[in-house]
T-cell receptor, first 119, second 112 residues
Framework: AQTVTQSQPEMSVQEAETVTLSCTYD???????LFWYKQPPSRQMILVIR??????QNATENRFSVNFQKAAKSFSLKISDSQLGDAAMYFC????????????????FGKGTKLSVKP | ETGVTQTPRHLVMGMTNKKSLKCEQH?????MYWYKQSAKKPLELMFV???????ENNSVPSRFSPECPNSSHLFLHLHTLQPEDSALYLC???????????FGPGTRLTVL
């Protein structure tokens, strides 16, 4: 079974600085998707970035980028020029690409990392 | 953030009550999900509904009962809950089972 591990329960970053959130996963599959979701306090979870395992190029969305190391099964999120609005819980998630049947499309989440941004 | 809505946003209920959580998606999606988010635990998928099938997590107690009358609405019926069922219940939807999921704001449930 696949597992997702976020080893940093909490992180802190100074406004305008850069921070990297870690995520590792375990799978025997070769094709899958990886996601970072952001959940601000008392607000809904939103998708930050998505990576397809068959693509070697790291995904980027404005100030958010990932470092995808497939062999190491690592998927870290880098936030550049941190802003106060980046403060949130960040969840790493895995999804198989080709599994069918009952578990198709199921997201497997890590426990999350709480990011604080200091002004 | 209004693509997936959930009501109520907060719910306090006793162990003998019966209540329902409602989720509605305005994105034209065909798959909907219920997740349970407890403190310091990963999000747990409870139920999935799609055009193709309904999928249940066999570890979910029968005191939780889902209903999906159409592709836009999803309910979670609650009865005789336990205090350990207190959590944030999140609804999500996706175009198809294999597509990216979009989440609602959640219902914060407290069972006394």
């Amino acid at each position: 079974a696949q597992t997702v591990t976020q080893s940093q329960p909490e992180m802190s970053v100074q406004e305008a600085e850069t921070v990297t959130l870690s995520c590792t996963y375990d799978t025997s599959e070769s094709d899958y998707y990886l996601f970072w979701y952001k959940q601000p306090p008392s607000r809904q979870m939103i998708l930050v970035i998505r990576q397809e395992a068959y693509k070697q190029q790291n995904a980027t969305e404005n100030r958010f980028s990932v470092n995808f190391q497939k062999a190491a099964k690592s998927f870290s999120l880098k936030i550049s020029d941190s802003q106060l609005g980046d403060a949130a819980m960040y969840f790493c998630a895995y999804r198989s690409r080709f599994r069918y049947g009952g578990s198709q499309g199921n997201l497997i989440f890590g426990k999350g990392t709480k990011l604080s941004v200091k002004p | 953030e209004t693509g997936v809505t959930q009501t109520p946003r907060h719910l306090v209920m006793g162990m003998t009550n019966k209540k329902s959580l409602k989720c509605e998606q305005h994105l034209g999606h065909n798959a909907m999900y219920w997740y349970k988010q407890s403190a310091k635990k990963p999000l747990e998928l409870m139920f999935v509904y799609s055009l193709e099938e309904r999928v249940e997590n066999n570890s979910v107690p029968s005191r939780f009962s889902p209903e999906c009358p159409n592709s836009s609405h999803l309910f979670l019926h609650l009865h005789t809950l336990q205090p350990e069922d207190s959590a944030l219940y999140l609804c999500a939807s996706s175009h198809v089972r294999r597509d990216t999921q979009y989440f609602g704001p959640g219902t914060r449930l407290t069972v006394l």
